[in-house]
């Protein structure tokens, strides 16, 4: 009941949670250590908002057990537990003043001072003038600071955040997004932080957990799983991916070589999940080079190609190309704009090479890793689309 | 041109039908505040002058009846709309906000009495009384008010507790509020406008209520019975006068209830 | 009895969308109402089914009538009453689409053209609802004096020679069904507005720039997007409107050859005792009711109503 305002680790022991009809959680096992900027990610229905609603005690693990420091609070209902919550639609009580609701968890405890120590919570989110109003009389990022000042006055061991920025437009997601990094330097709780958004985790947690259908994925630190996922929903959730599939020719040294429409791809041995049979490897776009002349053969580097550029699209810092090579499927390369505008245009035959150090090999089968759809932006549908209809143009 | 003609004609057309049609509505009722003020002698049917008679008399013709029957509807009133409300809140509570196996079928209950002539309601009631020995008076007129008011404030509070959003009572037991705590200071505040609403509706179809007050009133009288007795033979002026007042109240309310309402938007428009 | 159903046309969507939890706490809270309903709507019911059923009292006692099933009941009600059936759905009918003629321009008046004033809008919608205010009774009494035969109206027609000079306007069956459309307008123009009120102006922009006339696009896009309050506003008049006894009484604007099927079950189950004819002409009009909604629903499409 007493928080600990270093915070405390959160543990989740073999949670699952079944719904009728779907089960929502499977077998998680978890632990958040004290003072991390936790994230868990994930598409919608992965199941990452039912961990957090188990964490907070507002849904009830069907088996497992649920931890705060060495605490099991599994059946702790989440009134006593020193868990708080920054809901997605951020729960401010209309009937309330905004000092009333960010004194409310102080006053339910028999804080003495409460009102007090509110006033400190919104000078800290710099809302201390607005203190008399009512939510609706506050806009949006406002609103969003008050829910997070109402959950930290409370030095709750740990702080969960249920997508908070989803509501916010881009401009003041980003600007939320340092501040509520820096308020938990400042105020060091534990947080768990809930979202579907690859770029808001990347930037603001320590440790991502990638959550796909009830399980976790993959999990580590940003960079550690953009650089080396590990299976094909994270090469494809976090960040963009060209993925291949065919069969282990050679695993000899420290490298596999993988046989991609005739075409021999190296990857290095410890990047790669599987070292026989056949198996899906793949690259980032942006590690891709491009070439209008087929480049000699070097050692440490893969060659694919040719294929026919069939769509770029100029944004600026980079250019986004498609290309589609015989045998293959379509690859995305991004390129830095080191000179002004597109280097090769729609049509242009080209080669594509990649460092065999930036390869990685993914755990899944190859036929599911290919089946896999990944979450494109409309602009990459939007190309597929016009391609399928180019196609059929072309057929009749 | 040509177009923009007829629509502003069409619009006039369309005021002008709405103003009488308002003028039909509101006929009957300066009627019956006029004759309010009447210098009737037995029947109040002939406009024999202004006087303002009838309103300091109202407990005295006839012995006081009108005054009785009137004073029986507001106890009716009162006592069936607070037992509607608490029935029905609940029941708009379990049915907004919890998986019932027998959601179906309650809410089919609670439909029907609306879909109910008052006629075949009250003519049920009444052999229901009769059939198990009950005396008719005060009591059985609120055991029947009280019924045909549940589903009414079924319906109203129901479309609030939808409308309130679940995270909010969630907000409040992450907060450490017990489950009392979050009833009494989230769930309840938010959800007292819409049991106001319907606690004022009840009443309103309780004091207007006759088909089925007659049915089971027995020698009882309330105000509509008494005026439905009095048409026969001549209704008194203090009728229109107990009616009038009743009217002007409500209007009062009303037009407060929405002042105060867009006085409040206007506070909460202005947005810093 | 209007308001309640006033919200409904839209509020049930929203209501079994976010179904929640199982818990006790929900039977705790069903219980006492739905316990209360049962006895006192389900059970009366019941007991009028069983009145229906009853035969005389063998002995010849008035008002006296053992339990029996006696079926017969329904036969000869139905040969002695029909015309007052007839009359009953007939009067309740026509009603239903005055008060729809009437209420429907004024629902689209204020929820369409006034949209603009708000404060206007609130004060017409006052308008609408004051005849709520003051007893049902005394508004129908007043309908009676003012097309009395020495009333304002009858004078004036007659005098325009609209009217012969030996016509009546009281105790007709045109008197009844005015004053029944009259009493239920508002619970017709309510729901019609509540629909209209939200119906998005850009529509009808939309319809006029698709090169429907203003008046097809009132038919093709208006009218289909208002029917859920045409539904529930029609509903809420001809329930009512079907059992209603107050304007057929010769005390108010009928006579006795207009009398609908509530006053036959009023002077039976009150005046004659005669329990068994109230309560199978009850069953017979319930029965009626129910069937005539569902047809209608069914065709107008709309199941949510609670």
């Known amino acids: ?396 | 041109m040509n177009r923009g003609l007829r629509l502003g004609i069409g619009t006039w057309g369309l005021a002008v039908y709405a103003i009488l049609g308002f003028v039909l509505l509101l006929t009957p009722i300066v009627y019956t505040i006029a004759f309010s003020f009447n210098d009737s002698v037995k029947s109040n049917i002939v406009w024999r002058g202004f006087t303002f008679d009838n309103w300091t008399s109202i407990c005295v013709v006839e012995n006081g009846a009108v005054c009785e029957a009137f004073g029986t509807s507001i106890l009716v009133g009162v006592v069936a709309t607070l037992a509607a409300t608490a029935l029905g809140t609940a029941i708009a509570i379990a049915l907004a906000r919890y998986r019932l196996r027998f959601r179906a079928a309650a809410t089919l209950l609670i439909f029907l009495p609306m879909a109910t002539p008052e006629v075949v309601l009250g003519a049920g009631l009444a052999a229901q009384f009769l059939t198990a020995g009950v005396p008719k008076g005060v009591g059985t007129i609120i055991l029947a008010h009280t019924m045909f008011c549940i589903s009414f404030v079924v319906v109203t509070v129901r479309a609030r507790v939808s409308s309130l959003d679940p995270a909010l009572e969630e907000a409040g037991r992450d907060l450490y509020a017990s489950p009392s705590q979050v009833w009494w200071r989230i769930t309840f505040p938010l959800l007292l406008p819409g049991i106001i609403a319907a606690a004022l509706l009840s009443f309103a179809l309780s004091f207007d209520d006759f088909i089925i007050t007659n049915f089971n009133a027995g020698a009882a009288s309330t105000f509509p019975k008494y005026v439905y007795t009095a048409a026969a033979r001549g209704i008194p002026a203090q009728a229109n006068v107990i009616a009038t007042a009743v009217f002007l109240l409500a209007i009062a309310l009303v037009i407060g209830s929405q002042l105060y309402s867009a006085g409040r938007r206007k506070r909460l428009a202005r947005t810093p | 009895m209007a308001f309640g159903m006033i919200g409904t046309s839209d509020a049930p969507a929203v209501a079994d969308a976010a179904p929640g939890r199982r818990s006790p706490v929900a039977l705790l809270l069903l219980l006492p109402g739905v316990a209360y309903l049962a006895l006192f709507f389900v059970v009366p019911f019941v007991s009028l089914i069983v009145t229906s059923l009853k035969a005389p009292d063998p002995f010849g006692e008035i008002g006296r009538y053992v339990y029996a099933f006696r079926w017969e009941n329904y036969v000869e009600v139905m040969t002695t009453y029909w015309p007052h059936i007839a009359r009953s759905f007939g009067f309740a009918i026509a009603a239903t689409i005055i008060a729809l003629l009437i209420g429907y321009p004024i629902a689209y008046f204020i929820g369409v053209k006034l949209r603009r004033f708000p404060l206007l809008q609130a004060l017409a919608l006052v308008l609408v609802i004051a005849p709520f205010f003051i007893s049902f009774l005394l508004r129908t009494f007043a309908w009676k004096q003012i097309l009395a035969d020495e009333g304002p109206v009858l004078g004036v027609l007659q005098s325009l020679t609209i009217l012969p000079d030996d016509a009546r306007l009281t105790g007709t069956a045109g008197a009844v069904i005015f004053g029944i459309a009259y009493n239920f307008i508002p619970f017709m123009t309510l729901p019609i507005y509540t629909s209209l009120e939200r119906l998005d102006l850009r529509y009808l922009e939309a319809g006029g720039d698709l090169y429907a006339s203003p008046a097809t696009t009132f038919f093709k896009v208006t009218l289909p997007l208002s029917m859920p309050g045409v539904v529930s506003g029609t509903l809420l008049t001809f329930i009512p409107a079907a059992g209603d006894y107050i304007n057929a009484s010769s005390d108010f604007l009928g006579a006795p050859d207009t009398a609908m099927i509530g006053n036959v079950i009023e002077a039976n189950f009150l005046r004659v005792e005669n329990y068994p004819v109230a309560a199978s002409l009850s069953i017979i009009l319930m029965g009626a009711i129910l069937l005539l909604v569902g047809l209608y629903i069914r065709r107008a499409g709309t199941k949510d109503l609670v």
Request: hydrophobic share 40%; net charge negative; with cysteine.
């Open chain 1, 1 to 396: 009941m007493e928080s600990a305002s270093s915070g405390a680790d959160l543990q989740l022991d073999d949670v699952s949670k079944r719904f009728p009809g779907f089960t929502a959680i499977e077998e998680l096992n978890l632990t958040v250590p004290a003072g991390s900027f936790f994230a868990l990610l994930g598409p919608s229905g992965c199941g990452k908002t039912t961990t957090l609603r188990i964490v907070a005690g507002l849904e009830t693990p069907t088996t497992g057990r649920v931890l705060i420091g060495k605490d099991d609070v599994t059946r702790t209902p989440s009134y006593r537990r020193p868990v708080n919550t920054v809901f997605q639609s951020y729960a401010l009580f209309p009937h309330m003043t905004v000092l009333e609701n960010v004194a409310f968890g102080l006053k339910r405890r028999g804080t003495k001072n409460a009102i007090a120590r509110a006033h400190e919570a919104l000078q800290m989110v710099e809302l201390d003038h607005v203190a008399q109003r009512r939510p609706a009389q506050l806009s949006g990022g406002q609103q969003q600071r008050v829910a997070l000042a109402r959950a930290v006055v409370n030095r709750p061991a740990l702080l969960l955040l249920d997508e908070p920025l989803g509501a916010l437009d881009l401009k003041l997601r980003r600007q939320m997004q340092v501040e509520l990094k820096d308020i938990q330097t400042d105020v060091g709780i534990t947080f768990l932080h809930v979202t579907h958004d690859q770029e808001e985790a990347m930037t603001m947690a320590d440790t991502i957990a990638v959550m796909n259908k009830g399980r976790i994925e993959q999990m580590g630190a940003p960079a550690e799983l953009y650089e080396l996922p590990r299976t094909a929903f994270v090469a494809n959730f976090l960040g963009q991916s060209n993925l291949f599939a065919g069969p282990v020719l050679s695993a000899k040294g420290d490298t596999i070589v993988v046989d991609v429409a005739g075409r021999k791809i190296a990857v290095p041995r410890e990047r790669a999940q599987r070292h026989a049979g056949d198996v899906t490897i793949g690259v980032r776009p942006e590690k891709l080079v491009l070439h209008t002349t087929e480049p000699a053969p070097a050692a440490g580097v893969n060659l694919l190609g040719p294929g026919r550029v069939h769509d770029v699209s100029f944004s600026g810092v980079s250019t986004q190309y498609l290309i589609a090579v015989p045998g293959v499927g379509t690859l995305t390369l991004f390129a830095q704009n080191l000179v002004s505008g597109p280097v090769v245009s729609d049509g242009a035959e080209v080669w594509l090479t990649w460092s065999v150090d930036h390869g990685f090999g993914v755990a899944d089968e190859p036929a599911e890793a290919l089946r896999f759809d990944p979450d494109d932006d409309t602009q990459a549908i939007a190309i597929a689309q016009r391609r399928r209809i180019e196609a059929e143009l072309e057929e009749a």
